[in-house]
T-cell receptor, first 118, second 114 residues
Framework: AQSVAQPEDQVNVAEGNPLTVKCTYS??????LFWYVQYPNRGLQFLLK??????LVKGSYGFEAEFNKSQTSFHLKKPSALVSDSALYFC????????????????FGRGTQLTVWP | NAGVTQTPKFQVLKTGQSMTLQCAQD?????MYWYRQDPGMGLRLIYY???????DKGEVPNGYNVSRLNKREFSLRLESAAPSQTSVYFC?????????????FGPGTRLTVT
């Protein structure tokens, strides 16, 4: 079965510093990976995805993510954090199908609360 | 282009009452999903509809039913609400098989069952 893990419940970083939010995945076959952001009292917003190709994926709001197959990781990064980046971040992996599966379903991690202080 | 809309935004129910959460999307997506979000649990899939006319259970379907009314609309019904169903409910949609798989979410319904 597919799954993702976000090992940190919270990440704190000073404004202007680089940030990293970690995600590791477990999937049989080629992974389809996603990052979402949730601001308080809002729905999740799609940030970026990795399907195939370049290991460094660029997304919305200056975020990027690095796919590392050998480490089964898909960490979210930003070179210079903003206070407005403070939010809850979710990593997700797509169900790849197969017996008893739900093709197209996303499996979400538990989320990482990012706080950027001024 | 409103994306995914959900009604109501907030609801308080007494134990045993029933209600229907409404969801609509205007992106011509094939697949639609209902999730619940509880603190520290991430998002858990309740039901999904891979395409118009089909629905299937997710990982936490007990106590819920769904209807895919047409391609645009996907409703979630609580027949007899329980305090354990206090949660924030999100509807999402995606192009589905053969298309792009990222999901787009509605703003959520915050439900409290007393």
């Amino acid at each position: 079965a597919q799954s993702v893990a976000q090992p940190e419940d919270q990440v704190n970083v000073a404004e202007g510093n680089p940030l990293t939010v970690k995600c590791t995945y477990s999937v049989s076959g080629n992974p389809y990976l996603f990052w979402y952001v949730q601001y308080p009292n809002r729905g999740l917003q799609f940030l970026l995805k990795y399907i195939t190709g370049d290991n460094l994926v660029k997304g919305s709001y200056g975020f990027e993510a690095e796919f590392n197959k050998s480490q089964t990781s898909f960490h979210l990064k930003k070179p210079s954090a903003l206070v407005s980046d403070s939010a809850l971040y979710f990593c997700a992996v797509r169900d790849i199908g197969g017996r008893g599966s739900t093709l197209g379903r996303l499996y979400f991690g538990r989320g990482t609360q990012l706080t950027v202080w001024p | 282009n409103a994306g995914v809309t959900q009604t109501p935004k907030f609801q308080v129910l007494k134990t045993g009452q029933s209600m229907t959460l409404q969801c609509a999307q205007d992106m011509n997506h094939n697949s639609m999903y209902w999730y619940r979000q509880d603190p520290g649990m991430g998002l858990r899939l309740i039901y999904y509809s891979a395409s118009e006319g089909t629905t299937d259970k997710g990982e936490v379907p007990n106590g819920y039913n769904v209807s895919r009314l047409n391609k645009r609309e996907f409703s979630l019904r609580l027949e007899s609400a329980a305090p354990s169903q206090t949660s924030v409910y999100f509807c999402a949609s995606s192009e589905g098989q053969g298309g792009s798989y990222e999901q787009y979410f509605g703003p959520g319904t915050r439900l409290t069952v007393t």
